[in-house]
């Protein structure tokens, strides 16, 4: 998950956050503060919470790039409304002369919208309210990577012993994303 700030038209990352999964399990996560190299508008501080001070001693996106690169290697990633991600990462990847992601990209907004059709919002808060998933901080990149596992993970426990593919997966999030 990406937080970052628009500002003209060159958006800016300040948060990536990743949560490795298998079987249900959280094995692995990684927060990073990146700082944009420019001030965070107020905006986008009300969003995620992240100020100037928190970012004027992180790596910047370059620094940190490939640190990402080696937590991601080899995994299926998965982002809630992911073009927006995928832009984000892939417009920083391009501005530093740095090589996007080769991973492929599931969008769990099109996942949950097909998974959850009764829910009257498919944003992560909402939809944690819906399925009654315990909630606590949002729109940070960590915390709202966790809570797309536990919605995902709410799904296949629903499921009561039915097996579900990756194919089923592709076919409900409606294919996959490249950077």
């Known amino acids: 998950f990406v937080d970052g ?4 038209s060159e958006p800016r990352i300040v948060e990536l956050g990743a949560v490795k999964f298998r079987n249900g399990e ?4 990684k927060t990073w503060l990146i700082n ?14 992240i100020n100037n001070d928190m970012v004027k001693k992180s790596p910047t996106f370059a620094q940190m790039y490939q640190e990402f690169l080696d937590f991601i290697d080899g995994a299926v990633l998965m ?11 892939k417009e920083e990847a391009v ?9 492929p990209v ?13 829910a009257k919002s498919h944003s992560i808060e909402p939809l944690t309210e819906h399925l009654a998933i315990e909630q606590g901080t949002f729109h940070r990149a960590t915390d709202d990577s966790r809570y797309v596992v536990h919605i995902f993970n ?11 593919t990756f194919g089923d997966i592709y076919r409900a999030a409606q294919g996959i994303l490249r950077f």
């Open 79 to 89: 982002a809630h409304n992911a073009p927006f991600d995928v832009g984000f990462i």
């Open 106 to 118: 599931i969008n769990s907004l099109n996942l949950f919208r097909n998974w959850y059709p009764q």
């Open 95 to 103: 501005r530093n002369n740095l090589p996007a992601p080769t991973n």
């Open 154 to 164: 709410h799904q296949i426990e629903s499921r009561k012993g039915r097996q579900l």
């Open 26 to 29: 959280i094995i692995e996560e």
């Open 5 to 8: 700030e628009m500002l003209g």
């Open 36 to 49: 944009p190299g420019r001030y965070i508008p107020y905006f986008a501080r009300q969003v995620h919470g």
